[in-house]
C-alpha cells in the first residue's frame, strides 16, 4: 500500500525530518498516522489492498473517513471492502466509511451522500462571490449520513459548500396525522 509517509517510518513509529514536517504542517495528523499503522497491518491478511493509496482520514464525531486515491476502491471487492471497514473501525473505535478522492467534485459528493439518490445537483454563487454546491435527493429516509457531516467532509477534502434539500420529506408527526 502506498502511504503520504515513509513505510520505514510507520513500522518504526519514528518519523524521518521530512514526514515530521508534514506532521508539523498539518499535512497529515496523528489520525492518520494511526490509521496508517492498521492498514500496513491489514494488508497482510488482504492483498488487494497492497495495490491502493490512503490519502487521508476525516474525523467528524464519532464517524471516521477513510480516503483513498481516484479509483482504487474498486480494487478490493464488496466483501472485502466490509471486512476492511469492520476491522478498521474495531481497531480505530470509530465508525469508518470508506470513500475515494474522486477527481469530479459531483461525483465525490454523490458516494458521500449514497445511498441517497441525488435528483438535482447546481451550482450556486453567493452574494459573496463564493460558490455553494446545492443537492437535491429524492428521498430524505435513504440518507445514511449526518448532513452537517457531509458539509465538513466536502468542505475539508474538496474545499466545496454544500447543502442539502429534499424533494419528499418523512416526518414522523406527518405520518401520524394521515
Ligand atoms: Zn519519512
Redesign the pocket.
Known sequence: MEFP??S??LRTGV??P??ERKLQTGEITETDIAVMRILSELEKNLPPLSLTTYVKSIRYDSNLFVLFKDGDLNKLNPNQQAALRKRLSEAIGLKVRLLENSRDPYAFIQRLLAPARIEAINKIWLPDQSEEIRVVLDDERLLKINPEAVAYVAGAVKGLKVRLGFRRRFSRARSKIH
Open positions: 509517509i515513509c520505514f517510518d518519523l524521518c521530512k514526514c
